[in-house]
């Protein structure tokens, strides 16, 4: 009977250990589930990595068959993302998953078309194009492009700076002639 109490006890023990384990995974999965903002009803979302090159998605902003983009990023990382569409009713918002704000970060509506950003820490994004459904002739949505480019050129050089590195003039400029 020692043998059957001491298998009653490991099968007891693993099953504590399994339920402790799946119910940890599942309390993950809904924290998971609850960072992302309300969705659209019909709204399908697509996570994306971060490309190598210059990266283009394209897409119709109809209610209720749009996508939402999720793009992990790393500390440090600079990327660029531009959104363009043919209707001037045709928006994009970009949110931070790893924020509490229920706020994009980001929109068209109010900046511009180009979000340019250095990542601070490891975050999620939530990438999201919509159509504003407060205009009066909506239609049925807009097509889209976002170009995610992760090594946006740096910005240019001031002028005199350029000169600099130019080495010497053949001809310097008048204010210095004189001298």
């Known amino acids: 009977m020692r043998i059957g109490a001491a298998m009653r006890a490991a099968l007891l023990g693993l099953s504590m250990a399994a339920l402790a384990l799946f119910g940890s995974a599942a309390a993950h999965a809904e924290d998971a589930a609850q960072q992302l903002p309300q969705l659209d009803r019909g709204e399908k979302v697509e996570k994306i990595s971060l490309p190598a090159v210059l990266e283009k ?3 119709w902003t109809k ?3 749009g996508k939402v983009y999720i793009l992990p990023l790393k500390k440090g990382q600079h990327v660029r993302i531009t959104f ?3 209707s001037k009713y045709a928006y994009m ?3 931070d998953l790893s924020s509490s704000e229920d706020e994009s970060f980001f929109g068209t509506d109010e900046d511009d078309n180009t979000a340019d950003v250095t990542v601070n820490e490891d975050t999620t994004w939530l990438i999201k194009p919509y159509y504003s ?3 009066r002739r909506r239609g049925l949505g807009a ?3 976002i170009l995610i480019d992760p090594n946006p050129p740096a910005a240019q050089q001031a002028p005199a700076d350029q000169q600099k590195d130019q080495g010497p ?6 204010s210095k002639q004189g001298q």
């Open 57 to 59: 998605l394209t897409g």
């Open 63 to 65: 209610f209720g068959k």
């Open 84 to 86: 363009s569409s043919k």
């Open 93 to 95: 918002a970009i949110f």
């Open 133 to 135: 459904r407060v205009t």
């Open 143 to 145: 097509p889209y492009e």
């Open 169 to 174: 003039m053949l001809f310097p400029p008048r």
